[in-house]
């Protein structure tokens, strides 16, 4: 068994069973399914966000894998990928408690607390503000915070973690920097929960990734320009030599194409552009 409580957590839930009480623990759901819950609660003024695994079951287990998925067993997983996004210096969630009990992959129980990361709003959410109002945009604004996250992902890349949910909507800044049209200050990568960590990265896993965050960046109108300024703040490179590596940016670019053909149902126009189709579930 593996159990951490931050005093906080300990004072809030007292003497029982820390499992029972992730188990059972109320407040605002965000997700209840497939074994797993979601929630944000409250407590001592503080507020927080829990995630419950109470076990997937061997047919769901086997559903992932025919269908060539990952599946997320438990919440130590988020854990071991906060922790390396923290050691990588990147801004990410603080936990305030975790654990985990049993042994079979079907059936571990295991939950993560981390603290709410209020006063925040997402790339997504901001990027929504500037659809409905252009003029908010500056243009500096925007080529800062696309080379804020090409870094971003360089340097998680270059650590080992590949995330599996790399989307703007990941990323959380300050909603005081979003005022101030400031790009430097924290930016917050989350939901890690099917993140892997390794000693490096496979190429197919950093396609994956880089085409996720392509896609969601459909709505928002980049440029040739902006996908430019992103490759070079990704590579570390002058930007001839990291468009020699064509395989990385033309894969990368087919998985955004896919993902887009499932959610909107018709062929994508380069660059990506949002289309007003209701589209399905990723």
Avoid at 21 to 38: D, H, K, L, N, P
Wanted: net charge positive; hydrophobic share 40%.
């Amino acid at each position: 068994m593996k159990l951490f409580l931050r005093d906080d957590i300990v004072a809030l839930w007292g003497d029982r069973d820390p499992f029972d009480q992730a188990a059972e623990q109320e407040g605002e759901i965000f997700r209840a399914r497939e074994g797993r819950r979601t929630l944000r609660f409250a407590g001592n003024g503080r507020s927080y966000f829990l995630k419950y695994h109470g076990g997937i079951g061997w047919k769901e287990i086997f559903k992932n894998l025919t269908q060539g998925k990952l599946p997320v067993l438990g919440a130590m997983d988020e854990v071991v990928a906060i922790d390396a996004v923290r050691g990588a210096g990147l801004d990410t969630m603080t936990i305030a408690a975790y654990g985990s009990r049993g042994r079979n992959p079907a059936s571990v129980e295991s939950f993560i607390v981390t603290d709410d990361l209020v006063g925040t709003l997402s790339l997504e959410d901001l990027g929504e503000r500037w659809v409905k109002d252009p003029q908010a945009l500056p243009p500096t604004f925007k080529r800062a915070l696309i080379e804020r996250v090409g870094t971003i992902a360089r340097t998680m890349h270059g650590a080992g973690i590949n995330h599996r949910d790399f989307y703007l909507a990941h990323f959380l800044m300050r909603d005081e920097d979003a005022v101030a049209n400031n790009a430097d200050g924290p930016l917050y990568l989350i939901d890690l929960h099917r993140s892997q960590v390794r000693s490096q990265v496979p190429r197919r896993w950093r396609i994956k990734d880089l085409g996720g965050l392509y896609f969601s960046t459909a709505r928002f109108g980049m440029t040739h320009r902006d996908l430019l300024r992103f490759i070079r703040s990704y590579s570390g490179l002058p930007l001839r030599q990291a468009l020699a590596d064509d395989n990385i940016w033309s894969g990368a670019r087919r998985e955004a194409e896919k993902i887009y053909r499932r959610y909107f149902e018709v062929e994508p126009k380069l660059p990506l552009q949002f289309n007003e189709h209701p589209g399905k579930d990723i």
